[in-house]
C-alpha cells in the first residue's frame, strides 16, 4: 500500500452505522488520510449538492508527505474537518531532490526546503494539527460522533 494514498469515501449517511460494524477498514489509518463523505445515493462528484456535504478527513501520525500535504489543505482551506494526531509532516516543502554521489554512486533522496505551518512552525517537524484531536484509533469512532451529532 502506498504510504501517500487518499482514499474517498461516498457513503450514504445509513450505511455509517454498518461499515462500522462489519469492517475494520476505517480502524487501521497507518498509511493513509482517510475523507469520509456521508452522502445520500447518486451523489456525483463536482455536483451542486457535494458542495454542501460536510467533509472529514481522518489522520495519524504516520500520514506524511502528499497525505499531509491533502491534510493541511483541507485545514487551511474548510473543505474537510480533520481527525486524529498530528500527520507526520513534510508536505509542504518541494519535491524531494535526487543526488547521486560521484565516488560511490549512491543515490540520496531528500528534501530541500520545508514549508511552514500557519504558526511558524516548520511541517515537516511538527505536522499538521487536526481540528479534532483524538487517537488516531478512535478517529472514525469521533467521527461518527460528530456526524451523528449534526
Same mark, same amino acid.
Request: glycine share 10%.
Given at each position: 500500500?502506498?504510504?501517500?494514498?487518499?482514499?474517498?469515501?461516498?457513503?450514504?449517511? *445509513?450505511?455509517?452505522? =454498518? /461499515? !462500522? !460494524? #462489519?469492517?475494520?477498514? =476505517?480502524?487501521?489509518? #497507518?498509511?493513509?488520510? *482517510?475523507?469520509?463523505?456521508?452522502?445520500?445515493?447518486?451523489?456525483?462528484?463536482?455536483?451542486?449538492?457535494?458542495?454542501?456535504?460536510? !467533509?472529514?478527513?481522518? +489522520?495519524?501520525?504516520?500520514?506524511? #508527505?502528499?497525505?499531509?500535504?491533502?491534510?493541511?489543505?483541507? !485545514?487551511? +482551506?474548510?473543505?474537510?474537518?480533520?481527525?486524529?494526531?498530528?500527520?507526520?509532516?513534510?508536505?509542504?516543502?518541494?519535491?524531494?531532490?535526487?543526488?547521486?554521489?560521484?565516488? #560511490?554512486?549512491?543515490? /540520496? *533522496?531528500?528534501?530541500?526546503?520545508?514549508?511552514?505551518?500557519?504558526d511558524g512552525s516548520?511541517?515537516?517537524?511538527?505536522?499538521?494539527?487536526?481540528?479534532?484531536?483524538?487517537?488516531?484509533?478512535?478517529?472514525?469512532?469521533?467521527?461518527?460522533?460528530?456526524?451523528?451529532?449534526?
Amino acid at each position: 500500500m502506498n504510504t501517500n494514498s487518499i482514499v474517498i469515501y461516498y457513503y450514504p449517511l *445509513r450505511l455509517i452505522n =454498518f /461499515i !462500522k !460494524k #462489519s469492517s475494520t477498514l =476505517f480502524h487501521d489509518l #497507518s498509511f493513509l488520510a *482517510r475523507v469520509l463523505v456521508p452522502a445520500p445515493f447518486g451523489l456525483t462528484e463536482g455536483s451542486a449538492e457535494e458542495k454542501n456535504i460536510k !467533509k472529514w478527513v481522518l +489522520t495519524s501520525e504516520r500520514v506524511y #508527505s502528499s497525505a499531509d500535504k491533502f491534510a493541511n489543505f483541507c !485545514k487551511r +482551506t474548510g473543505w474537510a474537518t480533520i481527525i486524529g494526531t498530528r500527520t507526520g509532516g513534510d508536505g509542504l516543502g518541494s519535491t524531494p531532490v535526487l543526488l547521486m554521489l560521484p565516488d #560511490s554512486g549512491l543515490l /540520496i *533522496r531528500f528534501s530541500a526546503e520545508v514549508g511552514e505551518n500557519p504558526d511558524g512552525s516548520m511541517n515537516a517537524a511538527v505536522g499538521t494539527l487536526p481540528d479534532v484531536v483524538c487517537k488516531s484509533k478512535d478517529a472514525f469512532d469521533r467521527c461518527l460522533e460528530l456526524i451523528g451529532g449534526e
